[in-house]
């Protein structure tokens, strides 16, 4: 009966082993992926702060692309200003002796002409208008005149009576002079009535032909 005592004892310890050298893997196992666990966060946090660091610089990068777009556009608009006040300037000394050259008989001329609104913004601006006792030209200036800009131009128009009290009293007609016209233009603002002003050689100002006739009174 020892014996068989014995025997069973040294199988209990025998399962105690194996379990406890079980316990002992199953913990080396758990300490392993508590590692793993631990590394793994270590890479999820610093994927984290390159992910931040990017949008960083990402946002950074927009900024600094919208302050170029900014700086851009405020040089085209000087540029186009510049070109703007170019063709103003070789167009006004010239004025007079185009429209009177043309059979106008116009006798003196205003320029950069503007009225606001109530919330002071500009409601109508107007390069050039020729006159005399009788007739105002409403002349709008361009670098390179396109369809849309005699659109515009157009619509201002019907405007101009009364934003200008002062030329209520007259004949009013509207005028295009550009360096330039795209496509058509030249030809649509004939179309609809308006005189067209042209350069020759680059440098000298024309009043192209028109039926007095067929031109709009505003």
Do not use: W
Not at 131 to 145: F, G, R, S
């Amino acid at each position: 009966m020892f014996k068989e005592t014995d025997k069973k004892f040294q199988e209990t310890d025998k399962k105690f082993q194996e379990t406890d050298r079980q316990f002992k893997e199953t913990d080396k196992k758990f300490r392993e992926t508590e590692k793993e666990i631990q590394e793994t966060k270590e890479i999820v946090k610093e994927t984290s702060r390159k992910v931040e660091e990017t949008s960083r610089n990402i946002d950074k990068m927009r900024e600094e692309i919208r302050e170029s777009d900014k700086k851009y556009r405020e040089l085209a608009d000087q540029f186009t200003s510049t070109i703007g006040h170019i063709a103003e300037g070789l167009m006004e000394p010239e004025a007079v002796r185009i429209f009177q050259e043309a059979g106008f008989d116009i006798d003196r001329y205003h320029r950069n002409m503007k009225k606001k609104n109530k919330q002071n913004q500009n409601e109508m601006e107007v390069d050039l208008v020729m006159l005399n006792c009788t007739l105002a030209i409403v002349v709008e200036i361009k670098t390179d005149c396109r369809r849309k800009d005699i659109d515009h131009f157009l619509r201002q128009m019907p405007k101009f009576r009364n934003l200008f009290p002062e030329f209520r009293d007259k004949e009013i007609l509207a005028a295009v002079a550009a360096l330039s016209y795209d496509r058509d233009a030249a030809n649509y603002a004939h179309e609809q009535g308006l005189l067209v002003i042209s350069t020759t050689d680059g440098d000298n100002f024309t009043l192209e032909p028109s039926d007095r006739k067929s031109l709009k009174r505003f």
